[in-house]
C-alpha cells in the first residue's frame, strides 16, 4: 500500500484576491482523492482538517499517523467521519469491523488504535472518502445509513436547486467533538448546490463531489462574498472552504456531494446568509 500526504497551509482573504487560476487549484483543490491501493491525504491548516480518500483494490489499506500528527496512531487526538461511496467494503476500527455499502457512513472516535480498510470485491473496491478533525473527547464509533439521516427536502426544479440533505454525522444523530458531515443529493434537472451563498465564520468546510459523469463538470464557488472566485472540477474531487469563503456550486449535470465542516460549535443552522444580488 502507499500513503501519499501534503500540507495545505492558510490564506488571508486580503492575499486570495490576488491568486491566479493556477494558484487557486493549488491551495484549495484536491484534486487526487482516489487511486487502486493508495490511501491519499491533504492536512489543512484550516482547523487542521486532514481530507483524505482510500481505495482498497488488491489489499487491506492501513490509515497511517502520518508525520504532522506526531501520534502513535492516526486516531489518538482525533476523530473521523467517513462515507463510503464505492462498493461494498469494510472498516476495521480496533477490534470493530463495521460494513459500509455505497452512501452509508461511519463515525470513528478518537482513540489508540488502528483504522484498516478492506473491500470485499476487488472488481467493485469500496471508496472511503474521509475527513478528519481533532477531538477533545472519545466517543463511541457507529455506522450511519440514510434511513438514520436528518433529511431537509430543499429548493425547487424552477430554481435548478430541488436537492435532499441528508445530515448523517450530526449532533443530533450521533455524538461528535466538532466534525460535522452530510450528502446532500441534487435531483434531476437540478445543479446549484446551496443559494442564496453564506459563509459560517465559525467553522470552515470541505466539499467533495461525485456522481458526476466523467464529461462534466462542476464549478465550485468560493471567496468573498465581494470578491468570488471560482474552480472548475471534475468528478470525486474535493475542494477546502476556508471560513471567510462562501461555497456553492453548479455543474453541467445533477451530481451528489459531501460536506464535512469543523470549528467553534455543532450548530448546523449556524451560518450568515447573503442575497443572490450582493455576489460579485
Known sequence: MTTNYEIRYAAHPEDAKHYDTERIRRDFLVGKVFAA???NMVYSMYDRMVVGGAMPVNEELKLEAIDPLMA???TTRREIGLFNVGGKGFVKVGSETFELDFK?????GRGD???VFVSADSEHPAKFYFNSVTAHKEYPCKKITKTDAVVAHMGSRTMSNERDINKMVVSQV?????????MTE???GSVWNTMPAHVHSRRMEAYFYFELPEDQAVCHFMGEISET???WMRNEQAVISPEWSIHAAAATHNYT???????ENLDYGDQDFFEITDLR
Open 37 to 39: 491501493d493508495e490511501v
Open 72 to 74: 502513535d496512531f492516526f
Open 186 to 188: 441534487l435531483a434531476p
Open 257 to 263: 456531494f459531501i460536506w464535512g465542516m469543523g470549528g
Open 229 to 231: 472566485r471560482h474552480i
Open 174 to 182: 450521533v455524538d461528535t467533538c466538532q466534525i460535522q458531515m452530510g
Open 104 to 108: 452509508e457512513a461511519l463515525y470513528i
Open 113 to 115: 488504535r488502528d483504522v
